[in-house]
């Protein structure tokens, strides 16, 4: 019931294309989704979220998809950088509470030119 | 603005040694206060979370502990140090809403 799946595992993804990142829940008391972006030896930086009142949230080159009724919510990576090769990690939440965040298990993304 | 430090940033102990990790968090009050494990290449283990000081909360039964002694310090401890303890420790922090914020993490290897 609090498990978020997240694919694929792993990502390659050529310079310039579209990285897509999946992640599916079923709790539906969920209603926060933060994406996390993190590089080797550094903690998880938060990268962009959506509340479940949306389908769509963008900022610059990153993209939330969010289908409510389908209980998924994907990340879209326009123009893939090398530089945006990192582990990305979905996540979900519920307002009650301590606000504690379940994570999927993170798709590492490499970019090659 | 909101800084979270952690220290140290690099740990080696021997097994059976014990541990002890520090985070605190400046401008802000009340933060809920989290600890998480990373093992190589896996995902983010939640240990313990705070909303308060003295209240803790312990989602794995381990050998590991937790305390906040101050409103903006969360401690993780240890007595014995297993090899199974080894791995990337993250606090984090939010100021009672959703957005959680990382530190930079501790290295801890146990050999």
């Known amino acids: 019931q609090q498990q978020v799946k997240q694919s694929p595992q792993s990502l390659i993804v050529q310079k310039g294309g579209i990285s897509i990142i999946n992640c599916a829940y079923e709790?539906?008391?969920?209603?926060?989704f933060p994406w996390y972006q993190q590089f080797p030896g550094k903690g998880p930086a938060l990268l962009i979220a959506i509340r479940p009142d949306v389908s769509e949230k963008k900022e610059g080159r990153f993209t939330i998809s969010f289908n409510k009724s389908a209980k998924q919510f994907s990340l879209h990576i326009m123009d893939s950088q090398p530089g945006d090769s990192a582990t990305y990690f979905c996540a979900a939440c519920t307002g009650a509470g301590s606000y504690q965040l379940t994570f999927g298990k993170g798709t590492k993304l490499s970019v090659i030119p | 603005s909101q800084t979270i430090h952690q220290w140290p940033a690099t740990l080696v102990q021997p097994v059976g040694s014990p541990l002890s990790l520090e985070c605190t968090v400046e401008g802000t009050s009340n933060p809920n206060l989290y600890w998480y494990r990373q093992a190589a290449g896996r995902g983010l283990q939640l240990l313990f979370y705070s909303v308060g000081i003295g209240q803790i909360s312990s989602e794995v039964p381990q050998n590991l502990s937790a305390s906040r002694p101050q409103d903006r310090q969360f401690i993780l401890s240890s007595k014995k140090l297993l090899l199974s303890d080894s791995g990337f420790y993250l606090c984090?922090?939010?100021?009672?809403?959703?957005?959680?914020?990382f530190g930079p993490g501790t290295r801890l290897t146990v050999t």
């Open positions: 984090a922090w939010n100021p009672g809403d959703y957005e959680q914020y």
């Open positions: 709790n539906t008391a969920f209603d926060y």
